[in-house]
């Protein structure tokens, strides 16, 4: 979702910022704009369009060494070039980049307008700028104070950045909801949305909390509240570089990553499978085993993708450690005032750490005395400060908007928790060893099963003009159809639903005739009757099949079979979740869809 950056120091500012912008792209955004201070005056410039239009439009950069800029995916205000960030009062003093959504905006701008300003954009962001330039006007001592004084009279979410033309050896950045963090260079200090666009520059990090300020100047930063009280914060050192987000040789990032699979699982299990007592160490969880055995439900939430990661990985739990557990959305979770109990462990799942529903749930947990835990891949990220204790993913940066590596290794921790709870509970050493081996063997078999790519590419050219599929699947094979039709749906835009094979006699076999194939997912376990018995009642009314399977089927049972080697049962959804990315990846490319930004959808969900 919309991403910000902003640069001062001792270089040209415009080229940074461009970069800093392209390194962002993935969020997902529908305009670009950035501003430089130059000469007492503020340069904007803004559309909508790619960064790269944008850099056209920049033409030759000025000396400017200090500037923000932002991509910006609507809420308030259509994709236009006025309502592109960054928004100015009307002096053209000020300017700011925001990323959120102010709640109380038609209230402040009607106080605006019938104070004489006129605004230019239908955004939320533009009152931001005429309030601040109004708090300067009316004798506030410095910008800070200033931006201070307007976030008072502000409802809503905002990570923002501001540009005072006047003054354009600082920045100000304030945060409360979406994510902020400072770059310390040499002589130069960077703000962004994500440290994807930091990295280049410099590892040295700062967060921002929520309810934060920061000034910044090309040597310093200080951080304070939002009444005013110093903070003194030290960078940490973030482990990635520039390289994690280059795309090297492959066409996109998703294809990049569902290759890197075999890797991101290495690295989840690496020190973390224990042959000793047939267990699994996971040293970010403060959980002891007195503590597991007070534990009587595990509840597991996220969203999207991270929410069918979590129905699979409440599977796991409940066959691994025999503990009722079941997975719900974040989203629903945070407004249906639940129930906490003390004996429920909550895990909060995120890729990105930030994505507000599930940031909104872990904050309704706390108020409420919840007992939790994150399952989370971006180190530093709320989720992961919030939570502070938890399994990190390993799953390296994730850029392409569908979720496929960080996915994978959700499923890969939830087994290792599983594991754990299941050996200080009732799973024999035996059955731990069977585990940790059959965790051990699977980057191997995620290899093979990506090594079958030409296969499952000439199946899912077969089907590509499809306008509806079915996916179904049961007990362990239902949250892997589920996550399938998620994947299909987002980046080729056809029509997918997912459906537990044992529920489509009840309804949804009235729509299956020649033009709705199904893939039906058929895990190697003791299912395998009932599941060939849905296959044939599909075949039956005319219904093509693609069969995604661990299992021997019967020759000539579906119309296309794509294989993966036999794990551990309890394993078994990890494995079959792959073909279905490589299934979605290549029905999107036969349709020349543009995979790693999907329409309308961002890669971190920011705002509601
Ligand atoms: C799907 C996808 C989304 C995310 C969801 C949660 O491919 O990427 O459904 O899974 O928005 O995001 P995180 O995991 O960052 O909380």
């Not at 919840?370 to 971006?378: A, D, T």
Request: hydrophobic share 45%; aromatic share 4%.
């Amino acid at each position: 979702m919309c991403g910000i950056v902003g640069y001062v120091g001792h270089r040209e500012a415009t080229p940074i910022l461009l970069e800093g912008l392209r390194r962002l792209e993935y969020r997902g955004y529908d305009s670009a704009g950035l501003a430089v201070a130059h000469r007492g005056r503020l340069r904007v410039t803004k559309a909508a369009v790619r960064v790269a239009g944008l850099r056209d439009l920049v033409g030759t950069p000025t000396q400017a060494t200090s500037g923000i800029a932002h991509t910006r995916w609507a809420t308030h205000g259509e994709p236009t070039d006025a309502n592109a960030h960054p928004h100015t009062d009307t002096s053209g003093r000020i300017a700011v980049v925001h990323n959120g959504i102010i709640e109380n905006s038609e209230r402040l701008r009607a106080e605006l307008t019938a104070n004489g300003v006129t605004f230019t954009s239908d955004t939320d962001t533009e009152a931001l700028a005429h309030l601040i330039a109004a708090a300067l006007a009316a004798g506030a001592a410095s910008l800070e104070d200033a931006v201070r004084t307007t976030l008072r009279r502000v409802e809503g979410a905002y990570g923002l950045v501001v540009l005072d033309a006047r003054k354009p050896g600082e920045l100000v950045a304030a945060r409360n909801g979406s994510p902020l963090v400072i770059g310390v260079g040499e002589d130069e200090t960077l703000v962004a949305s994500d440290v994807a666009a930091l990295v280049r520059h410099t590892q040295r990090v700062v967060y921002l909390e929520d309810g934060e300020l920061a000034t910044l100047t090309a040597t310093d930063f200080r951080t304070s509240t939002r009444d005013a009280r110093t903070i003194d914060k030290e960078p940490t050192t973030v482990e990635l570089t520039a390289e994690d987000y280059d795309l090297g040789n492959w066409s996109d990032f998703m294809h990049k990553e569902i290759h890197e699979q075999p890797a991101a699982v290495s690295r989840a299990l690496l020190g973390r499978l224990d042959d000793q007592f047939a267990t699994a160490r996971l040293g970010g969880i403060e959980v002891t085993a007195r503590d597991v055995h007070a534990i009587r439900r595990v509840k597991f939430l996220g969203c999207g993708s991270a929410y069918y990661a979590a129905q699979l990985g409440a599977g796991l739990m409940e066959e691994l450690a025999r503990l009722p557990a079941d997975a719900e959305p974040a989203s629903e979770f945070r407004y249906r005032n639940p129930v906490i109990d003390s004996d429920t462990l909550f895990i909060a799942v995120s890729q990105s750490g930030e994505t507000l529903d599930t940031l909104a749930a872990v904050r309704e947990l706390e108020r409420k005395g919840g007992r939790l835990l994150g399952v989370v891949n971006v180190v530093g990220s709320a989720l992961a400060r919030a939570c502070g204790n938890g399994i990190f993913l390993h799953a390296g940066p994730e850029v392409a908007v569908a979720s496929t590596k960080a996915v994978t290794n959700m499923a890969v921790s939830f087994a290792m928790l599983g594991l754990l709870f299941g050996r200080v509970r009732d799973l024999s050493f035996a059955d731990g060893q069977r585990i940790v081996e059959g965790l051990r063997a699977l980057p191997g078999q995620i290899a093979e099963v990506l090594d079958a790519e030409p296969e499952i590419a000439e199946v899912a050219k077969r089907y590509a003009d499809a306008q509806h599929m079915f996916f179904t699947g049961r007990v362990r094979g239902w949250p892997v159809a589920r996550e399938g039709a998620q994947k299909l749906k987002e980046i080729s835009y056809l029509h997918a639903e997912a459906y537990q094979a044992s529920e489509l006699k009840h309804g949804p076999l009235a729509l299956i005739d020649k033009s709705m194939p199904t893939v039906a997912v058929i895990p190697g376990d003791e299912l395998v009757a009932k599941n060939i018995a849905t296959v044939e009642e599909i075949k039956a009314r005319g219904g093509p099949v693609i069969a995604v399977t661990s299992a021997d089927l019967p020759d000539g049972l579906a119309d296309a079979v794509i294989r993966v080697p036999r794990t551990e049962l309890e394993l078994n959804p990890i494995l079959l979740t792959l073909p279905l990315q490589l299934f979605a990846y290549h029905v999107a490319l036969t349709l020349g869809r543009d995979i790693d930004k999907p329409r309308n959808l961002a890669k971190s969900v920011t705002v509601e």
